[in-house]
């Protein structure tokens, strides 16, 4: 019989520690009462089912009898899987991060007073030993508790400042009406450059992230220059070069890992989480648009054959990560013996993949090697004799022979869990993987995912946040309902369909409803009918997914341009005025916030093309041949039906009519292609001027009639 109440939770993380000796409670109030009403100190225990740390702290106290008695004599014990419950994770990071001075991460300790859960102190991975200067995991739990029965006017004292600066956390708007301009755009860009690596690639040192938020703006500045700004473009393609060739990327299966623990994106940490590879898939389909490099195109596809194989359920929904760990250790899945490479392959096979892999150099990975590629295709073919198709058919070979072989090895868990937010960065990935690389069926994949969601994680008009086993809970979040937008407009560019856009402005007018700040401007992390925690965290800046007030700026105005709507630019607009102090000093860390500025400046080109479906495709072509982040495009056939307004007046005619608007400004219909051909052309090479000022989309905008 489970020792504790988290076997019926959803989440595979909190089912992982059901038969723990601890008397674990998730988050709810049958604990927070018990704490009351027994004046115990909380013991907030936050981790996830792919962090390899989570699971040695589990392993060494957690599942330990001697540190299970203390913990559940002195505390009420409380486990959240922070992919669940993003809310409580972001508010008692922050929290650690002003009690400690310093960040925090997985797993989170937190103790908090019981009659507000308010934390009074906070850590991260606490060892059952003493070692490496940390004391040992009951000695704090003594520590903790004895301080709380003994200390409780200096806690209250010290609690009571911490609510007031954790409430000072977030932006406030300054109250006067000053003009955005593209300020931010620059001083980002040199700002990314500073800490660029320009050895390997990415920003700062080990351990290294994707960062996909700062490329894509990188990218978009290289274009909004008229591509005179080549150092930009550099950076985006030697990172994601580096990334594609290194063991940051399953170089076997496709799918890239959490985060390199060296400078060289050599050795990850083992874990593959979806939404890494959502934003990361359309990352690299836009560097293959904007450079036509084979590499990028072939990475894109990698991974979406990763994704839609490994990470896809039955149902459509995509599962939320891989474990780092498989049979007790971190990458053995991934990690090779070099003999048992050599009895895989034929000589010449293997002359090629030793020399590409650097199987003739020392193990990279606790004695074995973990595959990342230390030449390249020109040097195999110095070096062995070769010409360039014969070694890429060896090493292609080579890699579908290990594949084989390593389907034979026990797998990494895999957390099935499906949360919105994370399927919608995947949705979005698909959809345009599958419109710019011409790929139906990443498009088919990704429609599938928004079926799931519809049918399982959309009740009462109220998004849910998990799904696990037909079993969909907890309220959504800011990031579920911007995010799922984001997609939808991505997924109407590549198959329309008028019942996604209805769905997506349904959407957008509950986020306005529910979580926008109407008197300070932006959104709120959580719901005006959400569960009262200590913080209602307001997010701008960009953590390990986009920034959620910045997705949300960006729908705004691309559905306020596309729907002529002007409360959605209004909302937009004091998006960016409430964050503009920030945007002004450290622009680089808000990359999302910098999208939408830019949109708002320059404003987003729309392009409507209606006929029949047979005739729309060339003009669609012709619009997506070109990387243009400025622009959307929708083919809408004259079958269509229940359009709004200002798609409706657009007429179809025989063959195609392009209608295309910049922001409030319309072009006559064309129905020329050569027309189309020039006007495109006209407006891409125009794209560079970005030195503008905003004084305000509205007060100028007017509902276009055409």
Known sequence: MPANRLSDCTSPYLQQHADNPVEWYPWGEEALKKARQEDKPILLSIGYSACHWCHVMAHESFEDDATAEVMNRLFVNIKVDREERPDLDRVYQSAHQLLAQRPGGWPLTVFLTPDDQTPFFAGTYFPREPRQGMPSFSEILHNIANAYHQQREDIQAQNKALIRAINQLDPIATGKAVPLDSAPLETARQQLASSFDESYGGFGNAPKFPHPSSLEQLLRHWAATGTSDPRSLYMVDFTLTRMALGGINDQLAGGFCRYSVDSRWMIPHFEKMLYDNGPLLSLYTDLWQATGKPLFRETALNTSRWVMTEMQSPEGGFYSSLDADSEGHEGRFYAWDRSEIKKLLSENEYRHFSRYYGLDQEPNFEGLWHLHAYTDVATLNSELGSNSEQARQLLEQARQKLLKQREKRVRPGRDEKILTTWNALMIKGLARAGRLLDEPTLINSARRAVEFIQQELWHDRHLLVSCKDGQANLNGYLDDYANLIDALLELLQAQWDSRLLAFATELTDIMLERFEDKQQGGFFFTSNDHETLIYRPKPFGDESIPA???????????????????????????????????????????????????????PTEVIILRGDEAALQPWLKRANQHYAPRRISFAIPTSASDLPEALGIKSAGNGCIAYLCHGSHCEAPIDDFEAFEHALAHGEAAAGDGSQQFDGAVGSFKRFRE
């Open 548 to 602: 959620g007030n910045g997705v949300a700026a960006s729908v705004l105005i691309r559905l306020g341009h596309l729907l002529g709507e002007t409360r959605y630019l209004q909302a937009a607009e004091r998006t960016l005025h409430c964050t503009w102090e920030h945007l002004k000093q450290i622009p680089h860390a808000y990359c999302t916030m910098l999208k939408a500025l830019d949109e708002l400046i320059n």
